[in-house]
C-alpha cells in the first residue's frame, strides 16, 4: 500500500499554524518529515495514529512526530460532520540547528525524539496546552517566538541599564 506524502507549504521558515473549517473530514492516511499538533474544535469521528484506530471528539489535542501515519475520518457519521481544527506545523529546527541541545531545553528534545508513536493529551496538560494552542494562531511568527521565548523565568541581564549602544556605533564611524 503507498500512502500519501505532505508537502507542508511554510508561508515563512518557522513553522505553520493555522485554523481550518471543514464540512466533513476525509483526509487521506498520511505523513509529513515535521511535526504536528492538532486541536479539534468542532467535530467527531475516526483518528488513525499508525496502528491505533480510536475515536476523536471536539477538545481532543494530539502531537505526532514526522512521519507517522494518521489522518482523521468521519465520513460514516450521517450528520453534523462539521470539523472545525487548528493545526500546528513545524520541522525539528523551526527554532535554529541545535536550539533543543540547550540545557533546559533537552526535556523537549526528548519529548521530540519519542513522539514517533504520537501523544494525546489529558488532565491539566490538556487545559494548558489547548489555551496555548488557540493563542498561536492569532500570533505571527515572530510574535510566536517572542511569546515562548517570554515565559521563560530564567534569565538575567547582563549589561546595565545606563550601557549606551549608540555611543559605541557613533565612536566606531570615527
Given at each position: 500500500?503507498?500512502?500519501?506524502?505532505?508537502?507542508?507549504?511554510?508561508?515563512?521558515?518557522?513553522?505553520?499554524?493555522?485554523?481550518?473549517?471543514?464540512?466533513?473530514?476525509?483526509f487521506?492516511?498520511?505523513?509529513?518529515?515535521?511535526?504536528?499538533?492538532?486541536?479539534?474544535?468542532?467535530?467527531?469521528?475516526?483518528?488513525?495514529?499508525g496502528?491505533?484506530?480510536?475515536?476523536?471528539?471536539?477538545?481532543?489535542?494530539?502531537?505526532?512526530?514526522?512521519?507517522?501515519?494518521?489522518?482523521?475520518?468521519?465520513?460514516?457519521?450521517?450528520?453534523?460532520?462539521?470539523?472545525?481544527?487548528?493545526?500546528?506545523?513545524?520541522?525539528?529546527?523551526?527554532?535554529?540547528?541545535?536550539?533543543?541541545?540547550?540545557?533546559?531545553?533537552?526535556?523537549?528534545?526528548?519529548?521530540?525524539?519519542?513522539?514517533?508513536?504520537?501523544?494525546?493529551?489529558?488532565?491539566?496538560?490538556?487545559?494548558?496546552?489547548?489555551?496555548?494552542?488557540?493563542?498561536?494562531?492569532?500570533?505571527?511568527?515572530?510574535?510566536?517566538?517572542?511569546?515562548?521565548?517570554?515565559?521563560?523565568?530564567?534569565?538575567?541581564?547582563?549589561?546595565?541599564?545606563?550601557?549606551?549602544?549608540?555611543?559605541?556605533?557613533?565612536?566606531?564611524?570615527d
Open positions: 500500500m503507498k500512502f500519501f506524502k505532505e508537502n507542508i507549504v511554510y508561508s515563512s521558515n518557522v513553522l505553520v499554524a493555522k485554523e481550518e473549517h471543514f464540512a466533513y473530514a476525509d487521506p492516511l498520511h505523513y509529513h518529515p515535521e511535526y504536528e499538533i492538532i486541536l479539534i474544535l468542532k467535530g467527531n469521528g475516526k483518528r488513525i495514529v496502528d491505533n484506530v480510536s475515536e476523536f471528539s471536539a477538545g481532543d489535542l494530539c502531537f505526532f512526530g514526522p512521519n507517522l501515519l494518521h489522518t482523521y475520518n468521519n465520513t460514516h457519521i450521517a450528520v453534523d460532520r462539521e470539523i472545525h481544527q487548528i493545526v500546528i506545523q513545524f520541522d525539528e529546527n523551526f527554532l535554529g540547528k541545535g536550539f533543543f541541545d540547550i540545557g533546559p531545553f533537552k526535556r523537549i528534545k526528548s519529548f521530540l525524539k519519542h513522539s514517533s508513536q504520537g501523544y494525546k493529551f489529558h488532565g491539566q496538560t490538556l487545559k494548558a496546552v489547548t489555551s496555548q494552542v488557540r493563542n498561536l494562531v492569532k500570533r505571527d511568527d515572530a510574535d510566536i517566538i517572542i511569546h515562548f521565548l517570554s515565559k521563560s523565568k530564567e534569565f538575567s541581564t547582563l549589561a546595565s541599564i545606563s550601557f549606551d549602544t549608540t555611543s559605541i556605533r557613533r565612536s566606531q564611524k
